[in-house]
């Protein structure tokens, strides 16, 4: 059974890039689609976007183009780059394996807490 | 974006009792609604997706239902591990949505 781990600094100032990292352990990257998702007290939760190893990347038009995600499949790892962020982005960052058949999330990690601020 | 509107916010229910949680899509969603639980400090767990498909493993006291715009998660015999924060979750369109969330608290 894959398992996930998000990891990346849990602070960032306002205005600069958040930068994540999710590393999949147990399975394959490369067999399954995978997304990003956050929770924050204000919004609840919410779809950053969708990656497959060999297509491009779907986003959430709500970032605003603010968002990258890419695949590395030499070290089995997600990232998520999330650019001029602001309060707003504070919140805990989810990675996810997309199911098989169904765009919901049978796998996930157990997230990474991000707070924004000076 | 479709919109995801879950009821009651907070729902008090005795161990060993059914709850009925609610999820309505504002516009039709064909069957494509997940269920999840999420407990304090973990990652929300899947459920039921395609709006009645349990997960292998996942408990027969989680039963969901509907179709079109209205949808229903049903807990049977509440187990003590089940009082959590229940959300569900749209892939019809694009953007993916969620709704905003049901506790289960015990009554």
């Known amino acids: 059974q894959v398992q996930l781990q998000e990891s990346g600094p849990g602070l960032v100032k306002p205005s600069e890039t958040l930068s994540l990292t999710c590393t999949a352990s147990?399975?394959?990257?490369?067999?399954?689609?995978w997304g990003w998702i956050r929770q924050s007290p204000g919004k609840g939760l919410e779809w950053i976007g969708f990656?497959?190893?060999?297509?491009?990347?779907n986003y959430n038009p709500s970032l605003k183009g603010r968002a990258i995600m890419s695949v590395d499949t030499s070290k089995n790892q997600l990232s998520l780059r999330l650019n001029s962020v602001t309060a707003a982005d504070t919140a805990v960052y989810y990675c996810?394996?997309?199911?098989?058949?169904?765009?919901?999330?049978?796998?996930w990690g157990p997230g990474t807490r991000v707070t924004v601020s000076a | 974006e479709i919109v995801m509107t879950q009821s009651p916010a907070i729902l008090s229910v005795s161990p060993g009792e059914r709850a009925t949680l609610s999820c309505r899509a504002s516009q039709s969603i064909s069957s494509d609604l997940a269920w999840y639980q999420q407990k304090p400090g973990q990652a929300p767990r899947l459920l039921i997706y395609?709006?009645?498909t349990r997960p292998i493993g996942m408990p027969a006291r989680f039963r969901g239902s509907g179709s079109g715009t209205e949808y229903t998660l049903t807990i049977n015999s509440l187990q003590p591990e089940d009082f959590a924060v229940y959300y569900c979750?749209?892939?019809?369109?694009?953007?993916?949505?969620f709704g905003q969330g049901t506790k289960v608290e015990i009554k």
């Open positions: 979750q749209q892939y019809n369109k694009w953007p993916l949505s």
């Open positions: 395609g709006a009645s």
């Open positions: 996810a394996r997309r199911g098989l058949t169904f765009e919901a999330f049978d796998i």
């Open positions: 147990g399975g394959s990257i490369s067999s399954y689609h």
């Open positions: 990656i497959y190893h060999s297509e491009p990347p």
